[in-house]
């Protein structure tokens, strides 16, 4: 896994005038992008249009006036594009998603600019310590079938009691868990891809692992992990479309660890997580943005 940290917000400002110089659809109503991470690499060349997909991800922290009105945005997101058993095994672990195609409601778009604002003038949101949530965003360049982990929240050197829905309630005390969500995005070169999220949770020490491929072996560090295949969500978007996430009103199950984050003076804030098919096609408008704020995982 590779957590790392926003270039400076001078350089979001300057990858979102290409962006906009380059007619490339940008999830943010002012034509603006959030800080995103900076790349290993950089991408020289365009990769063909069938085979990869631009998602971008955000992590919105609520505050209290803002969460005071997260039930007027669940009536102007399309829940019922989930599939009524993940909707309801999402429910049952304290979550709930769905989709938003086209604009942005109007209370969505007013709190990414939120977002922005507070990134672009307070110190401790731009160095990730103003929460255990942090919420720059990420652009991903996925491959089908190639999985993608997006970090949302983790409890390093601490032990606490995780509690989820399958069959029946279950809980357990797990050292350390690291809470994330799984992405896939298989494109279909018409400017759209199926999209599928995953939460995940890694927990415990590293393990070394013997692991033989081709006459050669070598050894594995990980720790154990639970994938929750109940709760995956699959869905085909459209080049815009944004697939949304966060608690119930009622904190409970995973969604207690998933989508609630603590600031640094103590206050325990909900979060929603925002995934939005950016390309579709690796055009070359991506590929200029791509060189200079992808995620090259």
Same mark, same amino acid.
């Given at each position: 896994m590779n957590h790392e940290r926003s270039r400076p917000l001078a350089l979001g400002? =300057?990858?979102a005038t290409l962006v906009f110089q380059?007619?490339?659809?940008t999830w943010l109503p002012s034509g603006e992008e959030p800080p995103t991470v900076t790349p290993k690499h950089a991408i020289g060349t365009a990769v063909p249009a069938m085979e990869t997909a631009g998602v971008e991800t955000i992590l919105i922290r609520l505050n209290q006036t803002q969460a005071a009105h997260l039930h007027e945005l669940w009536l102007q997101v399309d829940?019922?594009?989930l599939i *009524?058993? =993940?909707?309801?095994?999402l429910d049952k672990n304290g979550m709930r998603g769905g989709k938003v195609s086209g604009n942005m409601p109007p209370l969505l778009d007013e709190w990414l600019r939120q977002t922005v604002k507070r990134l672009g003038e307070d110190p401790l949101e731009q160095a990730g310590f103003a929460a255990d949530v942090s919420s720059h965003s990420q652009l991903w360049r996925c491959r089908a079938k190639v999985r993608k982990e997006l970090s949302v929240r983790s409890f390093p050197d601490t032990s606490i009691f995780v509690t $989820? $829905?399958?069959? =029946? *309630?279950r809980g357990n005390v797990y050292h350390a868990p690291h809470f994330m969500v799984g992405i896939m995005a298989t494109p279909h070169g018409d400017a759209t891809a199926t999209l599928r999220l995953i939460p995940e949770m890694q927990h415990g020490e590293l393990l070394k692992k013997a692991i033989g491929r081709e006459s050669v072996v070598r050894l594995d560090s990980r720790r154990e992990s639970i994938v929750w295949d109940q709760l995956a969500i699959d869905l085909r978007l459209q080049q815009g479309d944004c697939v949304v996430l966060g608690p119930t009103d009622d904190s409970r199950g995973l969604g207690e660890h998933f989508f609630h984050t603590k600031t640094r003076n103590g206050e325990i804030q909900p979060v929603l997580l925002l995934v939005r098919l950016s390309d579709a096609d690796s055009d070359q408008a991506f590929s200029r943005r791509s060189s200079l704020e992808a995620n090259t995982r």
């Open positions: 400002f =300057v990858c380059t007619s490339c659809a829940e019922q594009a *009524p058993e =993940v909707r309801i095994a $989820h $829905h399958d069959t =029946v *309630p």
